[in-house]
């Protein structure tokens, strides 16, 4: 599913900012979408904890080749030998058996979080042991389809403002949050953007 939004969002962004007119321009036709799963994309963003996008689709192909049904209960049920395998920490490990009590006792409710802002979100999701800020605003993006994020602690984003905004020298968050007050109310998708700049494998969870 693609975001309602994403076609006005685009035009707002190329109009406000120069470095966002040049990208949208060059992914145009491409967009970020939901996979409609709230369980799998939890899981895929605890999988890409510290470890590169590639290295990551790499290891959550091998758990769907392992675990072809990637719920909460198949999660659980799977013993720690064949997660270990897929490339799995033991420390991931106890975080997705961890999502999956979640999910599978009603700790996690869907039915409330279109009612809730974004920062109720994760407030929730960040109960879950190793759900941090970050994999909550990777949900928030990549799951419900919020438009203006701005994951502020993710070094992919980090690396794209330094490059796009100032020629590669260092940027403390106050200075990157700032620049990102032109793209309200459409962080999410600048976002997307400048991700998309440094590698053409799409980042998706």
């Known amino acids: 599913m693609t975001p309602i939004y994403w076609k006005q ?3 707002e962004l190329a109009t406000n900012d120069n470095v966002m007119r040049q990208l ?3 992914f145009e036709g491409v967009a970020l979408e939901s996979r409609g799963d709230a369980f799998s994309t939890l899981a895929r963003s605890i999988v ?3 470890i590169s996008v590639k290295a990551a689709e790499k290891v959550w192909q091998k758990v769907v080749a392992a675990i072809p049904e990637t719920a909460a209960h198949a999660i ?4 720690e030998a064949t997660l270990r395998a897929c490339g799995l920490s033991f420390r991931k490990i106890s975080y997705l058996q961890d999502l ?4 599978i006792d009603g700790m996690l409710n869907e039915t409330s979080w279109n009612e809730m802002s974004d920062e109720s979100v994760i407030v929730q999701l960040t109960r879950v042991k190793g759900i941090g800020r970050w994999s909550a605003e990777m949900f928030l993006i990549f799951h419900m389809l919020r438009s203006d994020i701005l994951p502020l602690d993710d070094i992919g984003l980090q690396r794209a403002i330094r490059m796009h905004y100032n020629a590669n020298q260092p940027m403390d968050k106050s200075a ?7 793209w309200q109310p459409w962080r999410s998708v600048a ?9 053409p494998l799409p980042v998706e969870y």
């Open 191 to 199: 976002t997307w953007h400048l991700w998309r700049s440094l590698d």
């Open 176 to 182: 990157m949050r700032a620049i990102a007050t032109a």
């Open 9 to 11: 969002a685009t035009q």
């Open 76 to 79: 659980l049920s799977s013993d």
């Open 48 to 50: 890409g904890q510290q």
């Open 100 to 103: 999956s009590r979640h999910f």
């Open 24 to 26: 949208t321009q060059r």
